[in-house]
C-alpha cells in the first residue's frame, strides 16, 4: 500500500523492534509508508540480526544497540540520532519484560528482584528515554510519544501478574508526561492492544487462551490484526491525532467495554 508522504522530513526512533512481527515493526513501517525517516535499537547479538535487516530495509541511518538499564548505552543512543537527524520528531516505545519466572508462578510470590526489573524496563524507562527524547522533539518544535499497554493494566488477566502492574505504572507515566510536556508541544499516548502473536507474547503462559477469549467474548468476535494496531500507531503520532494526549486508546476488538 502507497502513503501520502504526509511524513515526509519527520523523524522516528523505534524502541525496540524484537522481529518482523513486532507491534513496533508494524508502526515503523506505517510511518515509513508515510515519508517517515527511521532509527531502530536492539537488544543484543541475536535481536541484532534479526532487527539489523529490518531497519536497512527501511533505510534506517542509525541501528544502534540499546539496553535501557544501562545509561550509557541510553547517552550513546540519542547522541547518534542527534547527529544523525539533529531532531526527532517521534518516539515509538515498546518495551516491557519480567522474569519468565514471575509470569508463570502466583503474584504473591513475585520476588523482589524480580518486581523491580519489571516495573525498571516496562514502565521506568518510557522516562527515561523521553526525558534524552526531549530536547531533539524541543528542536522539532514538538513530537509525539507512543508506548504499547495491554488489558492486564486495568484488570486482572490469568498468568499477567507482574505485568499488569507494570503496564499500570506505564500507563500512569503516559498521563504525567502529556501533563508536563504538553506545553512545549510534546504529545505521549498508550495503545493498548488486544493479543496479538509476538516474540513477547510467547513467554506468557496461557496465551492461546487469551486469544481465544478475545475471539468469543469481544464484540467484533475476532481478533485484531498487526495492521490495526499499527495504524492505530501512526494515527496517534500523526498530526491526525495532534488534539490526543495522556490517553490509553484501546485496539482490542472492544473487548474492554465488556462486564464479564
Known sequence: ???SGKLKGKKALIVAVANERSIAWGIAQ??????????FTYLGEALERRVRP???????????????????QVEALFHAVGDAYGSLDFLVHSIAYAERSDLEGSFVATSKN?????????????????????PLMEKAGGGSIVT???????????????????????????????WELGPKNIRV????????????????RGFKTMMQTV?????????VTLDEISDTGLFLLSPS????????????????????
Open 54 to 72: 529490518l531497519a536497512e530495509s527501511v533505510g534506517a541511518k542509525v541501528i544502534a544497540p540499546c539496553d535501557v538499564r544501562d545509561e550509557s
Open 241 to 260: 491525532g495532534g488534539g490526543i494526549t495522556g490517553e490509553t486508546l484501546y485496539v482490542d476488538s472492544g473487548y474492554n467495554i465488556l462486564g464479564m
Open 189 to 204: 499516548n498508550a495503545i493498548s492492544a488486544g493479543p496479538v502473536r509476538t516474540l513477547a507474547a510467547a513467554g506468557i
Open 30 to 39: 506505517a510511518l515509513h509508508r508515510e515519508g517517515c525517516e527511521l532509527a
Open 1 to 3: 500500500m502507497n502513503g
Open 114 to 134: 524480580g518486581f523491580l526489573t519489571a516495573l525498571e524496563v516496562s514502565a521506568y524507562s518510557l522516562v527515561s528515554l523521553t526525558r534524552k527524547a526531549l
Open 148 to 178: 504499547l499497554s495491554y488489558y492486564g493494566a486495568e484488570k486482572v488477566v490469568p498468568n499477567y501478574n507482574v505485568m499488569g502492574v507494570a503496564k499500570a505504572a506505564l500507563e500512569c507515566c503516559v498521563r504525567y508526561l502529556a
Open 215 to 223: 475471539q468469543e467474548r469481544a464484540p467484533l468476535k475476532r481478533n
